[in-house]
């Protein structure tokens, strides 16, 4: 029997929002396998699963550049240490730039935007200038560049969120559906993008789930196509209620404008890192104790 430790517990609490009792109980039963017992909770309870917004903390900017034709455009996720930097003009100026010049120079990876020309120097040697300049560690986190002939729209929510969506049609349709997947953040274009072995996966979740009903089986088979296609809808941008007319999909409210939706791109600072937490009351008693 594999040992279930409390930061198994918290883990797994964080991932499903559920109980610490029910989280190890999930645990033991699985042997200490964290997707397994994630499954045994979701099956159980129908908790989604997903990581809480808390671990998404990192601080940091999202710099972004569209040509003006529209064709071309490039966003990038650069952290830093604190919140009061993420304000700092020079910085956000720093982010913005390195945009453009990923958008023009189309770096293969960051160790080749780490070289790109920049003001008689290098992007890196004019990030550790800032760094000196600013006292944070500032690091260059990912990008995404996109080149096309048809359209792109943007949208950037403070500094924090930036989306870039690939269109054909409509211009105000494109900004709409750019705001759209800021506000929805889709993880899949359409339904053939999603990995089918997680829609096989959640087929099981749910055929456990409506067995445990008691329906007779020509229901539960219809009961668990309808959470399929639900569960495609949610996370589909095509397939999402359209946030500006939520009785119409996202696809049929582009076809409406004569509009269609190539691909897109969305980014949120600290997406996917987790941040220590510093209980700074702990730690200012912590010091006292050592002053003494």
């Not at 797994?12 to 033991?28: D, F, P, Q, V």
């Not at 908790?47 to 003006?68: D, F, M, N, T």
């Not at 160790?111 to 920049?118: D, F, I, Q, V, W």
């Not at 600072?269 to 010091?287: L, M, N, P, S, Y």
Request: a neutral charge; charged letters at 30%.
């Amino acid at each position: 029997m594999a040992e279930i430790t409390a930061s198994m517990v918290r883990d797994l609490r964080e991932r499903t929002s559920l109980g610490m009792m029910e989280c190890k109980k999930a645990l033991t039963e699985a042997n200490g396998n964290m997707e397994k017992a994630v499954e045994i909770l979701r099956v159980r309870s129908g908790a989604k699963a997903e990581k809480a917004a808390s671990r998404v903390a990192a601080e940091g900017v999202i710099g972004l550049y569209v040509a003006p034709d529209a064709t071309l455009a490039a966003m990038v996720e650069i952290n830093c240490e604190t919140d009061f930097v993420a304000k700092n003009e020079e910085f956000l100026a720093f982010a913005r730039g390195l945009a453009e010049n990923i958008a023009w120079h189309n770096p293969a990876d960051l160790a080749a935007l780490a070289k790109l020309p920049s003001d008689g120097g290098t992007v890196e040697s004019k990030r550790q200038a800032l760094v000196q300049r600013i006292g944070e560690n500032l690091s260059l986190r990912r990008f995404h560049r996109v080149a096309t002939d048809a359209k792109v729209a943007s949208y950037v929510h403070g500094v924090k969120i930036g989306v870039l969506v690939e269109y054909e049609g409509d211009e105000a349709a494109g900004k709409d559906v750019a705001m759209h997947v800021a506000f929805a953040k889709p993880p899949y274009l359409s339904r053939a993008q999603v990995d089918p072995n997680l829609i096989e996966q959640e087929r099981k979740i749910l055929e456990a789930r409506a067995k445990e009903s008691g329906k007779p089986a020509d229901i539960v088979a219809r009961m668990v196509e309808g959470g399929i296609n639900k569960f495609i809808g949610e996370n589909t941008l095509l397939g999402q209620p359209f946030v500006k007319d939520d009785k119409q999909t996202v696809e049929k409210a582009m076809a409406a404008r004569k509009s269609k939706v190539r691909d897109f791109r969305f980014f949120m600072v600290g997406e996917g890192i987790d941040k220590k937490v510093t209980d700074f009351a702990a730690e200012v008693k912590a010091q006292v104790g050592q002053a003494r």
